[in-house]
Each structure stands twice: as C-alpha cells, then as structure tokens.
C-alpha cells in the first residue's frame, strides 16, 4: 500500500527567508505527487505535481518541488516566504493503478512571520 | 475553469436528523466525483467515490447507509449523512475530476461544516 508522510505539522519562517515543507512517500511503481494548500475553512488548492520529466516542477504563488526518487522525497519550496503563504499544505500521492485514488500525508502547518 | 461548489458551506443539524450536502462542478462534466471528510487538524480521509449513474464505491470501514451518495448527473454528485450524530461532525470536501481530461486531476470544492448538535 502507498502511503506520504510529512514529518513535521508545523514549520515556522520569517517572511523573506527560503522555506521548505517536506515530504516522503512510499508506493510500488511510479507515483504521481501532488502539493495542494488548504486556507482555514476552505477546500483545496492544487499548487504542482509531477508526472513525469524534469525533477523540478515549478507551480502556482513561486513554489515549486523536486521530485528525488533515490530519496523517495517531493519537498516543497519557496525562494522568499510571504505572510499570505501560511496555510495548511498537503503532499498527495496517486500510485499507479488504484484508479487515481489520491493518499493524502497529513499535512504540514506552514506559519509565516514578519 | 475547473470550479467545483457545495452547499452548504456549512450546516447545524439536530442528533437523529437527516443532512444532505450537494457538490457541483460548474464549468466541466465530471464522471467521477469524490467525497472526503476531515478531522480538525487531520488529513482528508477518502469516504467513496461516485460515479455517474452507478452506485458510489466506499473505502473500508464507510457506512454505506449512513452515507448516502448519489451521482445523478454528470454535474452533481450528493452526499447524505442519515441519522446524524454528533460524532458526524466534520469538515466534508468533494472533488471532482473531468469525463475528458487527464485522470488524475482532481478539483476540490471549499468544504461544507457539518455541526451535530
């Protein structure tokens, strides 16, 4: 069974500073990873994936990802953190062939200061 | 495009009574639709999966009759909690994927609050 962890819920940044939320996943074959940020009361927001192709996938609002298959990671990042990105971020996963069933990790609160 | 609704937004419903929440994607037809449920400060959990006209599938341990799913259009997908208790209480998410598009995109609607007094 395919499974995403995010091992920290919360990360903590001063606006202006580089940020990184992370992610490792576990499938068998090749995933399909997908970032989405969740505002307070709100759905989803898709942010980037990667299917196949360059590593570094670039997304909405400056994030962008790298897909490292050797460390089975898709991080999160961002150059300069904004007040605005605090949110909740979810990493996802759908592994080939469960019907493109997403697996959600549980989710990193992101919390951005000035 | 690709703009999925619910409604409600949110709702307060007495113990024993019946809600049902509608999801709606507005600018594409959507053959599958998902429904999910969050705990505060949990992750989503997948509930079913519903398909247009055919019966919805659960993932394990999803009462089926307490859930009531209905896909009867190809723009509309329902999700009815029968009898609710207060232990229903939760954040309900659907999402939606495009009949012809890429299959694993997924659009997610702004969640519905449920409160189960």
């Known amino acids: 069974a395919q499974s995403v962890a995010q091992p920290e819920d919360q990360v903590n940044v001063a606006e202006g500073n580089p940020l990184t939320v992370k992610c490792t996943y576990s499938?068998?074959?090749?995933?399909?990873l997908f970032w989405y940020v969740q505002y307070p009361n709100r759905g989803l927001q898709f942010l980037l994936k990667?299917?196949?192709?360059?590593?570094l996938v670039k997304g909405s609002y400056g994030f962008e990802a790298e897909f490292n298959k050797s460390q089975t990671s898709f991080h999160l990042k961002k150059p300069s953190a904004l007040v605005s990105d605090s949110a909740l971020y979810f990493c996802?996963?759908?592994?080939?062939?469960?019907?493109?069933?997403?697996?959600f990790g549980t989710g990193t609160r992101l919390q951005v200061t000035l | 495009g690709a703009v999925v609704s619910q409604h409600p937004s949110w709702v307060i419903c007495k113990s024993g009574t019946s809600v049902k929440i509608e999801c709606r994607s507005l600018?594409?037809?959507?053959?599958?639709m998902f429904w999910y449920r969050q705990f505060p400060k949990q992750s989503l959990m997948l509930m079913a999966t519903?398909?247009?006209?055919?019966?919805?599938?659960?993932e394990q341990g999803v009462e089926k009759d307490k859930f009531l799913i209905n896909h009867a259009s190809l723009t509309l997908s329902t999700l009815t909690v029968t009898s609710a208790h207060p232990e229903d209480s939760s954040f309900y998410i659907c999402?939606?994927?495009?009949?012809?598009?890429?299959?694993?995109?997924?659009?997610f609607g702004p969640g519905t609050r449920l409160t189960v007094t």
């Open positions: 999402s939606a994927r495009r009949t012809q598009g890429i299959t694993y995109e997924q659009y």
């Open positions: 499938v068998s074959g090749n995933p399909y």
């Open positions: 990667y299917i196949t192709g360059d590593n």
């Open positions: 996802a996963l759908i592994a080939t062939g469960t019907a493109s069933k997403l697996t």
């Open positions: 600018d594409f037809q959507a053959t599958t």
């Open positions: 519903s398909n247009e006209g055919s019966k919805a599938t659960y």
